[in-house]
């Protein structure tokens, strides 16, 4: 193993990465792996299965969430580049862009909520919002956790006749 990359006219050197087969550095690397259709058909799928993994997918959350936290830390300038493009995607979108409380800021709000919520029955909305708010729980499983929430509640009153309220722990 070198420790050096192997790409002429390029001498970086190698981080420690286990995933890493050849003996060039990362950005060589990709630059020759872009440059043939198959390999990045190949790189795409290695990724999505890799993506698959839900422990995986956790980590690289946390590693992207992380780095952006140190980049904005570290660069104040970053943080208000952030900020001015949010406004130029919500200028985009139209109502997004719009002051709070306006016309067209409550009816993008309603759209969302139908879209994110529309299979949420209301009750159960609070605490399907408080596993993805507060306890950091991605959509897909909150949804699943309030989905078998709902079939609990629907046995249980099936079997005593008392309506469960809104979803909580009983
Ligand atoms: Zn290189």
Redesign the pocket.
């Known amino acids: 193993m070198t420790d050096v990359?192997s790409?002429p006219g390029?001498d970086?050197p190698l981080a420690k990465n286990p995933r890493r087969k050849g003996t060039?550095?990362q950005?060589?690397a990709a630059s020759a792996m872009s440059k043939s259709p198959e390999k990045r058909a190949k790189c795409a799928e290695t990724m999505r299965a890799r993506f698959e993994d839900p422990a995986y997918r956790e980590l690289h959350r946390k590693r992207t969430a992380e780095g952006q936290r140190r980049a904005m830390a570290e660069n104040p300038a970053l943080v208000e580049l952030r900020r001015e493009q949010g406004r130029r995607v919500g200028k985009v979108w139209g109502g997004a862009g719009a002051p709070p409380g306006s016309e067209s800021r409550q009816k993008a709000a309603r759209k969302q909520s139908e879209f994110y919520m529309g299979w949420c029955p209301i009750e159960y909305r609070p605490e399907y919002r408080r596993l993805i708010r507060n306890v950091g729980i991605r959509a897909a499983d909150a949804r699943r956790m309030i989905e078998e929430q709902i079939e609990l509640d629907l046995g249980k009153y099936a079997r005593t006749g008392v309506l469960p309220v809104s979803g909580g722990k009983s």
């Open positions: 990359c790409e390029c970086r060039r550095c950005r060589c």
